[in-house]
């Protein structure tokens, strides 16, 4: 299953569904990565992580361990 | 007036400001202390009779 | 409920997602009338203020900045409760319109709340700069509210905000919010609103109905209670609730294979990307300002090097530049020259008592004056970082940094803690709030006060300056300890059982850059500074007046009375009583002691305990011969109070955030034992590095570097086997 983790920076992907329980998938969902919505990968920290995305028009930063909650095509 | 009346009055002046002074810093510290209620405690059923000590409500 | 509110002035609740300009728009709507509590932030004291429109008044309350409303952060439930249970009169949702999808997400639920409210659209000005178009009718249309476009910075449109939100509270009619989810979520919702119609507020049934479905466990157990106090104590009729409700959230969660929050969440931004495609016109993307600044701040390789300088400047600014001549020249020359020496020549020229004239000259004055000295300083301090804070840079330093605090147990977001705790530990640590996951903010909690705070300052330069004669490397190295301490401690605490949590994900806005507005930086330096000022002139200038009394009586050949040797006073017994503790240490001697024990009060004290002691009026010896004029044991002096346990106002918010008691105790066990090991290791192997000879100190210095090595470099077990092994090191000499 291919996750935003996966990725390169630059591509574009739309979200699947997002993974884990509770407060991890409705922490992520919250922020609008929701099932159906677009994601582009913008860069990454200096230090290879966190990553940074554009979704819905706003810049969120994601640490990889949680990009790879979020399964994408 | 001689001046052992005059700092007579000099001192009982100046323990005077300073007691007072003394009396507003405690009781500046004292009323900050009765805080407001914090909004954690907003809703709860013995808000206002609490302390932070005896509260069960607002730390689960 | 309307006629009454005439007379009361309205409640009106501020809510807005954070970064959408909601502090703006507080501090427009009520001016110079907001109050906080005393202490930024000790507890979450609603910030409130006075809004006047039309000669009618309204109580402003300034809600934390939230996303979402469900219950996984402190700020949602806080400002969830307040909503439901102090029944506000009214909500103004400030709506960030650069931003308009992800922020209307948080009004969709407060307009399922039932609430009266108006949407505040905020930066419509940037909207438009950009060439885009809102059409703010049809969003009030959309969402069934009033919507007013405003600009919180320039002030625009907040008249006409505040006589709609009064109009909308005077009405008292909830918004008409007709969204559907898709018919097979309403038809479960309907099911369940059967259910629980009888146990939750009518107002809020829809509210309520959605948080049932979600399986919300805050809400369960609020009905659980009952929302008055006589239906409490049917606690079978809740389980019998329960359990109709389960399977009709377990059937729909199958019928669309997704779990009941995903659905809800994902619905309701379904919604809001219909309401958007009908009433926003987005002109071509391009690269922002804000992204082209980011393409430099947060480059792959410039953004490290940018960082370091940037904290280095501030640095550099507050605590070298204003900080050494400023500072200086408010103790020696304006609290010394100018205040205390024309008035004692007033005060021995009109005749005053000789003790009366010690008691205010050199007691008070002289005590309240060596913290009140630092205020310049810190001004600047705060300044700065209020600046960095009001642009967006901070959150892009949590993004830079958190790969590498995470190595140490800590998250990107702990760095802003440990940065205003080299201000001041108490809004330090409150701002550890906003890391999410449990184990990385109790590793900032226990961590933060490790870094020297300002109140700390005086101590460090009265021992680089007076004992070491200025030496270049004594201030930087105070920093260099406490950074080296948040490190070493994260190291070896991380791998206790203890840190082991449950998981929340790093979710971390980048907000768009904005010029800083004076007035926020103004009134965020200024909440800051009042309540140090606060803090000098009520614990401090008590405590002053206490170790002068101590410091000036005592018992000389049975009698009670003014002493005239500092060694006769109360203060010396209390000192001695425990003065061989620090002994290993290298300042086992009274006045050393006092002043580490009435630090813990106020960590400026020790330096006017310092003062005190060693004036020359009272006959006693100067500062160098404290340390039995060696240089090692001031320093680690010096080490030893920069890193124990910080002030009883530090302790009391630590205690409240970690909100346990067996963490609470943890966290002062390893904050002591760790400044223990430190001054230990620092003195002994210093003397003996210098030529001492090899003694028990040593042999206990060498043990309990051992000991720390080996808790540091264990592999991290698969089982936490918990707190002991390391710390008994410390502990034993």
């Known amino acids: 299953m291919k996750t935003l983790k996966d990725i390169p920076v630059g591509g574009s992907a739309r979200v699947l569904r997002v993974r884990g329980e509770g407060a991890l998938q409705r922490r992520i969902m919250d922020m609008g990565i929701t099932k159906g919505c677009l994601l582009q990968v913008r860069k990454t920290a200096p230090l290879g992580d966190p990553i940074v995305i554009l979704v819905r028009g706003y810049q969120l930063s994601l640490r990889k361990a949680d990009a790879a909650l979020i399964e994408v095509q | 007036m001689s001046h052992a009346t005059s700092s007579l009055l000099l001192n009982v002046g100046l323990i005077l400001v300073v007691l007072l002074v003394a009396g507003l810093a405690l009781g500046a510290l004292i009323k900050q202390r009765r805080r407001k209620k914090p909004l954690s405690c907003i809703g709860c059923p013995q808000s206002g009779s609490c302390s932070q000590r005896t509260c069960t409500q607002g730390k689960k | 409920m309307t006629t009454a509110t005439r007379t009361a002035p309205l409640k009106v609740a501020l809510v807005g997602n954070p970064n959408s300009g909601k502090t703006t728009l507080f501090n427009a709507l009520t001016g110079s009338t907001q109050h906080v509590g005393n202490w930024p932030g000790v507890t979450v004291d609603a910030k409130e203020g006075r809004a006047r429109c039309g000669g009618r008044e309204a109580r402003v309350v300034d809600l934390p900045g939230v996303y979402s409303l469900a219950p996984y952060t402190s700020e949602e439930v806080v400002t969830r409760d307040f909503l439901i249970l102090e029944e506000p009169d009214v909500i103004i949702n400030i709506v960030d319109a650069t931003n308009i999808e992800r922020n209307l997400y948080l009004s969709t639920q407060l307009l399922d709340m039932g609430i009266p409210q108006v949407i505040a659209l905020n930066m419509m000005d940037l ?59 309403e038809d479960a919702l309907a099911r369940i609103a059967k ?169 008070i004055i002289g005590g309240v004056g060596a913290v009140v000295s630092f205020i310049p300083q810190m001004v600047v301090l705060f300044m700065l970082l209020a600046l960095l804070e009001d642009c967006g840079y901070m959150s892009r330093i949590a993004f830079l940094l958190d790969r590498a605090l995470r190595r140490f147990g800590l998250s990107g977001r702990s760095f802003i803690p440990l940065l205003i705790s080299t201000g001041c530990g108490v809004p330090g640590i409150m701002s550890a709030r906003t890391i999410e996951q449990e184990s990385e903010r109790r590793m900032t909690i226990i961590t933060a006060t490790f870094m020297p705070c300002s109140a700390k300052l005086p101590l460090i330069a009265l021992i680089a300056g007076v004992v070491f004669g200025g030496l270049w490397w004594v201030a930087p190295s105070a920093y260099f300890l406490g950074i080296a ?111 580490t024990l009435l630090g813990l009060t106020a960590k400026e004290q020790i330096v006017s305990v310092i003062g005190i002691l060693t004036s020359k009026s009272a006959g006693a010896p100067p500062l160098t011969m404290l340390f039995g004029g060696q ?44 400044a223990y090991a430190v001054a230990l290791m620092i003195y002994q192997l210093g003397m003996w590095a210098s030529g001492a000879v090899f003694g028990p100190g040593t042999a206990a210095a060498l043990l309990v570097l051992a000991a720390l090595l080996f808790a540091l470099l264990r592999p991290k077990p698969a089982r936490g086997d918990g707190p002991g092994c390391h710390k008994e090191g410390s502990e034993e000499s």
């Open chain 3, 195 to 363: 259910i629980v119609y009888p146990v939750v507020p009518p107002e809020h049934l829809r509210w309520y109905t959605i948080k049932f479905f979600e399986r919300d466990e805050r809400i369960r157990a609020r009905a659980a209670q009952g929302h008055t106090q006589h239906e409490r104590e049917d606690f079978s009729r809740h389980q019998e609730l329960l359990g109709d409700i389960e399977p009709i959230i377990a059937g729909c969660e199958a019928q669309l294979d997704d779990t009941a929050p995903s659905i809800i969440t994902g619905e309701s931004y379904d919604f809001i990307e219909r309401v958007v495609a009908r009433t926003v016109r987005r002109s071509v993307e391009e690269r922002s300002a804000s992204e082209r600044i980011d393409a430099v701040v947060t480059h792959r390789l410039l953004g490290l090097p940018l960082f370091v300088l940037l904290i280095f400047t501030i640095y550099y600014l507050s605590v070298t530049v204003v900080g050494g001549v400023v500072t200086n020249f408010m103790d020696k020359t304006f609290i010394g020259h100018w205040i205390q020496a024309p008035l004692s020549a007033v005060l021995v020229r009109g005749g005053a008592a000789l003790w009366l004239r010690s008691l205010i000259v050199d007691g």
């Open chain 3, 631 to 674: 240089r090692i044991a001031a320093y680690a002096f010096m080490a030893f109070n920069l890193l124990c346990i910080p002030c009883v106002v530090a302790v009391s918010t630590m205690i409240s955030e970690m909100k346990s008691r067996s963490w609470a105790l943890f966290t002062l066990t390893w904050q002591l034992g760790w």
């Open chain 3, 127 to 185: 909207v438009r700069k950009h060439g885009d178009e809102v059409d703010v009718r049809g969003l009030s249309e959309a969402l069934g509210v009033p919507v007013v476009e405003i600009s919180a910075l320039r002030g625009q449109g907040i008249a006409q905000l505040l006589e709609q939100a009064f109009a909308a509270a005077d009405e008292g009619i909830p918004p008409f919010f007709n969204r559907k989810f898709s018919y097979r979520v």
């Open chain 3, 485 to 595: 301490s948040v490190v070493f401690s994260g190291l070896i605490l991380k791998k206790l059982g203890r840190f082991k949590s449950k998981v929340s994900p790093f979710v971390l806005e980048l907000p768009s850059y904005h010029v800083p507005t004076a007035r926020n930086v103004t009134r965020s330096v200024w909440e800051r500074i009042s309540a140090f000022v606060k803090k000098a002139f009520t614990i401090i200038l008590l405590l002053s007046i206490l170790l002068w009394f101590l410091s000036r009586f005592g018992f000389v050949g049975g009698r009670f009375g003014m002493v005239t040797s500092l060694d006769h006073s109360l203060v010396a017994g209390i000192g001695n009583l425990f003065a061989w503790v620090f002994a290993p240490l290298g300042f086992g001697n009274w006045r050393a002691s006092i002043a």
